[in-house]
């Protein structure tokens, strides 16, 4: 189990973390999304004991992470830029990782290697942007951590790759139970695969909930009527986004649809149709509920 307690992050002036505070059960596959500056990089690089947290706790299997070797052992990151020196190669790496991590799995290295579309001997800094990324995921799955750290790992994949990632990924959760936090702006690609969400913003946490639940709790509502209706008629209802043309609403709705489907057909409606919101979506009319919208920006 990974454990968030009050962790807090200062850069300068700028705190990356405030106070943060959530957990992440084993075996989840969880996602991390925010604004751009939400701290998400910053939690990972904590969590993995690059970072020590200025306040709070970051605990792995009730154990402190920083400066734990018994720990990292379990642990494997792979950031958003992965470092390569010039002259490594997956070979050359996977000789140091034999060395450094008990639980590396030649079989499994063999395999991903014959896998993966990837030169292994070739200079992994001469690869291009997604051949890095294989490289270091190759790496790091064949250590078989039980706790996998990954942030933007889908940038520069091309569709088939990215498919084989994500099997790969529901593979070592379902067979060795890893737990996997992974840190994306690509929405699309984390509805895929996650059973859970946390979304932060300024370095805190708005929401940290399972996507099922989360994308239940809110709807997008189109409605349609024969004549001219007044707006105050929703006005019990819990709308967060609204826009109309002319006798047709679109309604982004938070709640309980057995709550609000019978109070919008008692308006007569001549045409109603009420659908789950997709995961950026979501991300969307959360953060302009925290004041992060177009409008804002612009």
């Known amino acids: 189990m990974i ?21 992440v059960s084993s075996g989840a596959v969880f996602g991390l999304v925010g604004s751009n500056g939400a701290g998400k ?64 799995d030649e079989d499994y290295f063999k395999q991903l290697c014959a896998t993966f579309p990837i030169n292994t001997k070739q200079h992994i800094v001469n690869m291009s942007k997604g051949m890095q990324r294989q490289s270091a995921l190759i790496l790091a799955l064949s250590t078989r951590p039980k706790y996998l750290f990954l942030d933007e790992i889908f940038d520069g994949l091309d569709p088939v790759v990215r498919q084989l990632v994500k099997k790969l990924i529901i593979t070592n959760v379902t067979d060795n139970g890893t737990t996997v936090m992974i840190a994306s702006h690509n929405l699309r690609e984390l509805e895929d695969i996650c059973d859970h969400i946390g979304l932060l913003h300024k370095g805190g946490i708005i929401l940290e909930r399972e996507l099922d639940d989360l994308k239940l709790g809110i709807h997008k509502v189109q409605i349609a009527f024969n004549s001219e209706i007044d707006d105050n008629l929703f006005s019990d209802l819990e709308i967060v986004n609204k826009s109309r043309n002319g006798n047709l609403f679109n309604l982004t709705i938070r709640g309980n649809e057995q709550d609000f489907i019978p109070k ?26 925290a004041g992060y919208d177009i409008n804002n920006i612009l």
Do not use: H
């Open 41 to 104: 990089s910053t939690l990972l690089r904590v969590l993995n004991g690059v970072f020590k947290a200025d306040g709070g706790e970051a605990l792995i299997d009730g154990e402190n992470v920083f400066e734990n070797q018994k720990i990292k052992d379990k642990c494997f990151f792979v950031p958003d830029y992965p470092y390569f020196s010039n002259g490594d190669t997956i070979q050359k790496n996977a000789f140091l990782y034999r060395k450094i991590y008990s639980g590396w």
């Open 264 to 289: 919008l057909e008692a308006l007569n409606p001549a045409f109603m149709e009420s659908l789950p919101l997709t995961l950026e979506e979501v991300f969307i009319n959360e953060m302009e509920g």
């Open 3 to 23: 454990e968030i307690k009050n962790v807090t992050k200062v850069f300068g002036e700028v705190k990356a973390l405030d106070n943060l505070s959530f957990t």
